[in-house]
């Protein structure tokens, strides 16, 4: 067994109705404050008046789609203006990572580029954050509890993160009432970011047992509520396990590594206006088959093969199932939700030299259980389109 470190929020405060928290927890940490928000900043309104109702100084942020380099600059100079002392990420993934990217530079000289890895000078955040609470709107990205801020740069067409121990919340508030009534197309593409955040870990290169406990709990309740949240986005039952499974993943990712999944979805995502789980939901079916086979070829003495076996096994209730008829059921799944191919976004066969390059050079494609050939990188954006 390899060693392992496990680092996650402060505090996180899991259940219905937990949101109702929000406004005495947010006293404790700050009077002036920023609640970084989606697009409709309406939505946000009824937590602006808990922070104000204890006496919290407050504005709203609105960030539209996915956290860019610009959004978050123009949100940082109006941060400072107003003093902020505390930032409320309320919202989907990109609200939350726009409120820890925010968070961070509050705290610490200079501007986005300096810190930003790939394209900028990837320079430490020395500084801690300044505190933040993430209370998710959706149940996928798990970015409540993650250590990393994704953000677009418009210039470059990439996506690119900024990472430190320091930009872990101070707070996550997950509260399964706030995904009551998402969209079905919503529901499908951020409860398969779920699923995917949770069995890339699981065969990663990095898995350990704490994440792996983890990992096979968040792994039987998205299969069994995912189909059930996207038939009735008012079941609140299944809205429960996949908030869960989406704060099981994210626990995940952040203490273990990640895989060719999302060595895809950065360059893919920056390359084109196609949303992160989308993406991921698109690949997974197409990463897991191929793997399978690339590792039964050359590994197969690897134990990834029969985590494989086991997420088949979750998925189908069926513990004799194969890590080939697992990929299957994700096939089958991805059809089901109606989620759309790559090709509905713009990629075609000339995109594939290019995607591979950048994703052979990706953080998350180390985590992967076997180093793909390109070739085999190839034939899963092939199957993906």
Do not use: W
């Amino acid at each position: 067994m390899q060693g392992f470190e496990f680092a996650t929020a402060s505090r996180i405060r899991f259940g219905r109705g937990s949101v109702a928290q929000a406004g005495t927890a947010a006293a404790e940490l700050g009077r002036r404050a920023v609640v970084v928000c989606g697009s409709d900043a309406r939505r946000a309104e009824v937590l602006l008046e808990m922070l104000r109702a204890e006496g919290l100084e407050v504005y709203a942020q609105p960030i539209r789609g996915e956290p860019s380099f610009g959004a978050v600059r123009a949100a940082l100079g109006a941060a400072r203006d107003f003093g902020v002392e505390l930032v409320v990420g309320f919202g989907g993934g990109s609200a939350l990572d726009g409120a820890k990217a925010l968070a961070a530079l509050l705290a610490n000289p200079g501007e986005i580029l300096d810190y930003a890895e790939v394209i900028g000078a990837g320079r430490p955040l020395s500084a801690p954050s300044l505190p933040c609470i993430a209370i998710p709107t959706t149940a996928g990205t798990g970015a409540e509890v993650t250590r990393n801020a994704v953000l677009l740069s418009e210039e470059q067409g990439v996506k690119v993160s900024l990472r430190s121990p320091t930009m872990l919340p101070r707070l996550a508030i997950v509260d399964p009432e706030l995904c009551l009534g998402l969209p079905p197309e919503v529901t499908a593409s951020t409860g398969m970011d779920a699923l995917t955040q949770l069995i890339e870990p699981f065969v990663s290169n990095r898995a350990n047992p704490l994440t792996d406990a983890l990992c096979r709990d968040g792994m039987a309740r998205a299969a069994r509520a995912l189909p059930e949240a996207f038939a009735d986005g008012g079941d609140l039952g299944s809205r429960e396990d996949l908030s869960l499974a989406s704060l099981f993943g994210g626990l995940a990712l952040a203490n273990a590594r990640l895989g060719a999944v999302h060595g895809f979805a950065a360059p893919i995502g920056g390359a084109f206006r196609a949303p992160h789980g989308a993406v991921c939901a698109a690949l997974l079916p197409a990463v897991a088959a191929v793997n399978v086979a690339a590792l039964r070829s050359r590994e197969p003495s690897s134990p990834a093969i029969a985590r494989y076996a086991e997420v088949a096994a979750l998925l189908l209730g069926d513990e004799a199932a194969s890590p080939e008829a697992g990929a299957e059921a994700l096939a089958l799944l991805v059809r089901r939700l109606g989620i759309r191919g790559l090709a509905a976004y713009g990629l075609g066969t000339a995109d594939f030299p290019g995607l591979i390059e950048r994703a052979k050079a990706a953080s998350s494609m180390q985590g992967n259980p076997i180093a793909l050939r390109d070739e085999e990188l190839a034939e899963i954006l092939r199957r993906a389109l």
